[in-house]
């Protein structure tokens, strides 16, 4: 069993493993929630594989008005410490505010505008598909597996390739000067 098409690949071409069927993560049911396009989100652990640091230096070149809430975790409390303070070294401690790791994020998160992940390679990104059940588009690195068996580009939002990660910042950009509007939930 695979939790994504991409992981049935993998498991086909580079273990020889007959017979994989895919089997989603199950997902409840969510309500919409409210849209603001100046508002990110993330979801997800902190580590080298998700690339968050990398996505705050994007961040810190946008110009205008915008937030980012981080919802996750290092797994340690002396890293998540370092990860504020790089936050804060960043000069982003106004924009950016970690709220560490919680095990019912959407009942914090009252609205956002896109969920962001910057990821090398993922398997199924839930925090992704949770996102895009409540109308969030998705701005996304197309890393292997995951992200694209989700998002379509333009209609719940935009995949750039995972070396790429400028491209981030110019799609945010382009949301914050009103060039693109949010896809429709």
């Known amino acids: 069993l695979a939790i994504s098409p991409g992981i049935a690949k993998e498991l086909e071409n580079d273990y020889g493993v007959k017979n994989v069927d ?3 993560n199950p997902v409840n049911y969510a309500e919409l929630i409210e ?3 100046r508002k990110f989100i993330y979801i997800g652990r902190i580590d080298a594989n998700k690339r968050v640091d990398s996505l705050l230096v994007q961040l810190q070149k946008l110009v205008g008005d915008w937030s980012l809430d ?3 975790s ?3 409390k002396k890293k998540d410490q370092a990860f504020i303070q790089k ?7 106004d924009k950016v505010a970690f709220h560490g790791w919680k095990s019912d994020v959407w009942s914090e998160v ?3 505008g896109v969920i962001l992940l910057n990821s090398k390679k993922e398997g199924m990104p839930l925090g992704l598909v949770e996102a895009v059940m409540r109308g969030i588009p ?3 690195s197309d890393c ?3 992200p694209a068996d989700l998002v379509s580009s333009g209609e719940n939002g935009w995949l750039y390739p995972v070396d790429e990660e400028f491209r981030s910042r110019e799609y945010l950009q382009k949301i914050l000067d009103g060039n693109i509007q949010l896809p429709t939930p």
């Open 87 to 93: 936050i804060v070294d960043m000069g982003l401690a």
């Open 35 to 37: 849209r603001d396009p």
């Open 22 to 24: 895919v089997v989603f």
């Open 138 to 140: 998705v701005v996304s």
């Open 144 to 146: 292997p597996t995951g």
């Open 110 to 112: 009252k609205s956002a």
């Open 74 to 76: 290092t797994g340690k």
């Open 70 to 72: 981080i919802y996750g």
